[in-house]
Structures are given as structure tokens and as C-alpha cells.
């Protein structure tokens, strides 16, 4: 397991990746820790953040084309993130949970397994060229 592959790509590529495994750890952390805290509230609009950039940043990735599968997931992501927001807001905690769910597993979980692909940028981390 080396990071070289991923430190030799283009800038974007970096900070996505580094946004995603971020967002991945701190999203296992607050599916883990106490719920409806200050910590978990705080921790939670950093993932939201994370997450959102994760997003964001995949329609700059070249090797995604101009348009793909990807970037459906990504659009459900930026529209779901706030709404999800919101349901907490309201106190529609089984809502907010499920939602969050969702997004933690099919934007990083699922996600993150696609890169996993060979020829992927991610497959050379993990396994090398």
C-alpha cells in the first residue's frame, strides 16, 4: 500500500480523495458515538461539509467524462445532505437517520468501492500498479 499513486494526481483528485476518507472516518465515527449531543451536532455539519465537497469535486474529475453514472450519485448527495439537515432541524430523527445512512453507505461506502476497480487510481494505493 503506497499513497504515491494518488499524490502524483491532479490537485482535484487529491483533495476528493482526501474529503471522501475523511468524511468516511468521521461518518463511521457518528454512526458509533452518542447521538443528539453538542460533539455529535458539530461533528456532523463537518461531515455534511466533507461530504458536500466530495460531491461537488466529482464533476472536476476528468476521468469521469462529461457526464456519468457517478455524477447521479453525486446530485442525490448535494440534494439529499440538506434536506437530511432540515429532518434533524425538525426533530425528525428516524428520517435524519435513515437519510444519513443512505448517504454514508451509497456515497461512501458504495462509492469508495468503485475506486476500488483496477485501473483506478485507488486500486494502486491499496494494491499497487
Do not use: E, N
Not at 50 to 62: C, D, E, K, M, R
Amino acid at each position: 500500500m503506497s499513497l504515491a499513486p494518488l499524490l502524483r494526481a491532479p490537485p482535484i483528485i487529491i483533495l476528493h480523495a482526501f474529503a471522501a476518507m475523511g468524511a468516511f472516518v468521521l461518518g463511521t465515527v457518528q454512526l458509533a458515538a452518542p447521538k443528539g449531543t453538542l460533539p455529535h451536532r458539530t461533528l456532523g455539519y463537518i461531515w455534511v461539509a466533507l461530504l458536500g465537497f466530495v460531491a461537488l469535486s466529482s464533476f472536476w474529475i476528468p476521468q469521469f467524462g462529461d457526464f456519468s453514472l457517478i455524477h447521479l450519485l453525486s446530485i442525490f448527495t448535494l440534494i439529499m445532505l440538506p434536506l437530511a439537515v432540515l429532518k434533524a432541524r425538525r426533530h425528525r430523527v428516524a428520517q435524519h437517520r435513515r437519510a444519513m445512512t443512505i448517504l454514508f453507505l451509497g456515497a461512501l461506502v458504495i462509492a469508495g468501492a468503485f475506486t476500488l476497480y483496477p485501473g483506478r487510481i485507488m486500486h494502486k494505493v491499496v494494491f499497487g500498479s
